[in-house]
């Protein structure tokens, strides 16, 4: 049965990823992803398998307050299964008193009680893809992507294209982009074959040449512009269901659905990126087994056999000072917002050195690196810091940095120290409104979100997130720093001397 609902102001306003709020700040926007719904193209999409009915299996009505099951998967956290069970943190706790009141993230496979108050309208219970494989983390260690393209005929291994400062080709454009987003190269490669055929059918249809993933927009034509649409949106989804702010999907006519609570963030995610895209009958088969759950088993094997949980139980950060040199005041000037790209995740933070704040103008102060660690990979204006020192970014904690300036920029492979310099703050690197560095954490190639279950940490000060993207805070006992454009008083940061 398809529902049609008129959907309130109230509930429009917390839709994610279907309107972007842009700050105003000294911040920055990494892409140019623009959100909008499409209108479907039936033509756009390709399967492995023939359409088939899939039986829909439903949810019993629950009187408000029913004790349900639940088994705790990667990553999830007592405030996001609260928002999905339409419950509180205080209820699931009082029902559960075994779990420690300061718990971070839950330890999957942990069975817990949660009081449940029924929403209408909601989705499918069939899950596509373990969390771990939707993010560029452990489980894609010794995947060699330009490898796996290049053994197939189809055209995307011939097809290449400018990004990130230099021409990158099929199977290396794709790790560009699953490494600037943290996705899976494994479910974008699934994506593109699903969508184009890129793997299988030699010559991409001339009917998407300029739009191959049907998001008809100027600013994203050919493929590697609309593949960072599509991470971007897949973000949206993934992150925004995994900290409880997206509570609602609406399909490309209008019909609303509310995520199964049940249900895990990477299902969840490519549930928001097919409901821009489809009719209701193409996204109900793109998200069941004949779509791209078909796909992927088809190109990769059972995603469900043998995967690996990739966050902890009771997930803790790492000590962190704040970037810049000991002693030295900078400006808050962005609460948390995206870490890559625009919308979710709101893992990052933004400051500038006061002096050169509202200007894109040169700065001789030092951005510093948070931690010990090593530089595992630098871009332009980019450098990623790696704190088990491993090698990979795909493991452990990762701090991003970006904006950073050409000049005395740090080279891949160095070890670094807490406070020694990695580069000098610019407006390099992207959009930004002003010299500053934009800061963002992963844990096993997963953002964290800044105001989170596991807050982002600077010397004390913990990141609490604003009424909108970039108007956050800091908060260290009873002071409270507010992100500002203008470097205003309030704004204002000291660095620990040591």
Same mark, same amino acid.
């Given at each position: 049965?398809?529902?049609?609902?008129?959907?309130?102001?109230?509930?429009?306003?917390?839709?994610?990823?279907?309107?972007?709020?842009?700050?105003?700040?000294? #911040? +920055?926007?990494?892409?140019?992803?623009?959100?909008?719904?499409?209108?479907?193209?039936?033509?756009?999409?390709?399967?492995?398998?023939?359409?088939?009915?899939?039986?829909?299996?439903?949810?019993?009505?629950?009187?408000? @307050?029913?004790?349900?099951?639940?088994?705790?998967?990667?990553?999830?956290?007592?405030?996001?299964?609260?928002?999905?069970?339409?419950?509180?943190?205080?209820?699931?706790?009082?029902?559960?008193?075994?779990?420690?009141?300061?718990?971070?993230?839950?330890?999957?496979?942990?069975?817990?009680?949660?009081?449940?108050?029924?929403?209408?309208?909601?989705?499918?219970?069939?899950?596509?893809?373990?969390?771990?494989?939707?993010?560029?983390?452990?489980?894609?260690? #010794?995947?060699d992507t330009a490898a796996f393209v290049n053994s197939y005929p189809g055209w995307l291994k011939n097809y290449s294209s400018f990004s990130g400062g230099a021409n990158r080709r099929g199977g290396d454009l794709i790790d560009y982009v699953a490494q600037?987003?943290?996705?899976?190269?494994?479910?974008?490669?699934?994506?593109?074959?699903?969508?184009?055929?890129?793997?299988?059918?030699?010559?991409?249809?001339?009917?998407?040449?300029?739009?191959?993933?049907?998001?008809?927009?100027?600013?994203?034509? #050919?493929?590697?512009?609309?593949?960072?649409?599509?991470?971007?949106?897949?973000?949206?989804?993934?992150?925004? %269901?995994?900290?409880?702010?997206?509570?609602?999907?609406?399909?490309?006519?209008?019909?609303?659905?509310?995520?199964?609570?049940?249900?895990?963030?990477?299902?969840?995610?490519?549930?928001?990126?097919?409901?821009?895209?489809?009719?209701?009958?193409?996204?109900?088969?793109?998200?069941?087994h004949e779509g791209i759950y078909q796909t992927y088993v088809t190109l990769f094997g059972d995603p469900w056999q043998n995967f690996q949980t990739h966050i902890p139980g009771n997930l803790q950060?790492?000590?962190?000072?704040?970037?810049?040199?000991? @002693?030295?005041? %900078?400006?808050?000037?962005?609460?948390?917002?995206?870490? %890559?790209?625009?919308?979710?995740?709101?893992?990052?933070?933004?400051?500038?050195?006061?002096?050169?704040?509202?200007? +894109?103008?040169?700065?001789?102060?030092?951005?510093?690196?948070?931690?010990? @660690?090593?530089?595992?990979?630098?871009?332009?204006?980019?450098?990623?810091?790696?704190?088990?020192?491993?090698?990979?970014?795909?493991? @452990?904690?990762?701090?991003?940095?970006?904006?950073?300036?050409?000049?005395?920029?740090?080279?891949?492979?160095?070890?670094?120290?807490?406070?020694?310099?990695?580069?000098?703050?610019? +407006?390099?690197?992207?959009?930004?409104?002003?010299?500053?560095?934009?800061?963002?954490?992963?844990?096993?190639?997963?953002?964290?979100?800044?105001?989170?279950?596991?807050?982002?940490?600077?010397?004390? %000060?913990?990141?609490?997130? #604003?009424?909108?993207?970039?108007?956050?805070?800091?908060?260290?006992?009873?002071?409270?720093?507010?992100?500002?454009?203008?470097?205003?008083?309030?704004?204002?940061?000291?660095?620990?001397?040591?």
């Amino acid at each position: 049965m398809v529902y049609k609902v008129r959907i309130s102001k109230i509930v429009v306003n917390r839709i994610i990823g279907f309107s972007i709020s842009l700050g105003l700040l000294t #911040g +920055c926007v990494q892409t140019e992803v623009v959100l909008q719904s499409l209108t479907p193209d039936p033509a756009s999409f390709s399967t492995f398998a023939e359409p088939a009915p899939t039986p829909v299996p439903t949810r019993p009505v629950y009187e408000p @307050g029913t004790l349900v099951d639940y088994t705790a998967q990667t990553g999830d956290s007592l405030t996001a299964l609260a928002a999905h069970f339409n419950t509180t943190v205080k209820e699931i706790l009082e029902v559960n008193p075994l779990i420690q009141k300061d718990i971070t993230t839950l330890q999957a496979g942990l069975v817990l009680k949660i009081p449940i108050y029924y929403k209408a309208l909601w989705g499918s219970q069939f899950q596509i893809l373990p969390d771990s494989l939707f993010i560029n983390g452990p489980q894609q260690i #010794g995947f060699d992507t330009a490898a796996f393209v290049n053994s197939y005929p189809g055209w995307l291994k011939n097809y290449s294209s400018f990004s990130g400062g230099a021409n990158r080709r099929g199977g290396d454009l794709i790790d560009y982009v699953a490494q600037t987003f943290s996705i899976s190269p494994r479910l974008l490669l699934a994506l593109a074959e699903y969508q184009t055929g890129a793997l299988t059918n030699p010559e991409l249809d001339p009917d998407k040449t300029l739009f191959p993933l049907g998001y008809k927009d100027q600013f994203h034509k #050919g493929f590697y512009l609309q593949l960072v649409w599509a991470a971007n949106l897949l973000n949206n989804g993934y992150y925004g %269901w995994r900290n409880g702010r997206l509570d609602t999907i609406t399909r490309s006519d209008g019909t609303m659905e509310v995520p199964d609570p049940w249900q895990n963030s990477a299902t969840v995610a490519l549930q928001h990126y097919f409901s821009h895209k489809l009719s209701p009958d193409e996204y109900r088969q793109a998200i069941y087994h004949e779509g791209i759950y078909q796909t992927y088993v088809t190109l990769f094997g059972d995603p469900w056999q043998n995967f690996q949980t990739h966050i902890p139980g009771n997930l803790q950060q790492e000590d962190l000072t704040l970037p810049f040199a000991a @002693g030295k005041t %900078w400006a808050l000037t962005g609460g948390p917002h995206a870490a %890559w790209g625009e919308g979710e995740p709101y893992a990052a933070l933004d400051f500038a050195p006061p002096g050169v704040v509202g200007g +894109c103008s040169n700065s001789s102060e030092f951005v510093t690196a948070v931690a010990d @660690g090593q530089i595992v990979r630098t871009e332009p204006a980019v450098a990623l810091l790696d704190l088990d020192q491993d090698g990979d970014e795909r493991t @452990g904690w990762v701090i991003l940095y970006l904006h950073l300036g050409l000049n005395d920029m740090v080279r891949p492979g160095v070890l670094l120290k807490a406070g020694d310099p990695v580069g000098h703050p610019s +407006c390099e690197g992207g959009t930004a409104t002003g010299t500053h560095v934009h800061i963002a954490r992963k844990y096993n190639g997963e953002w964290v979100d800044a105001d989170s279950a596991v807050p982002f940490n600077l010397e004390g %000060w913990v990141a609490k997130n #604003g009424s909108e993207p970039y108007l956050g805070t800091l908060k260290r006992f009873s002071k409270t720093i507010t992100a500002s454009l203008s470097a205003s008083p309030s704004s204002l940061i000291t660095a620990e001397k040591k």
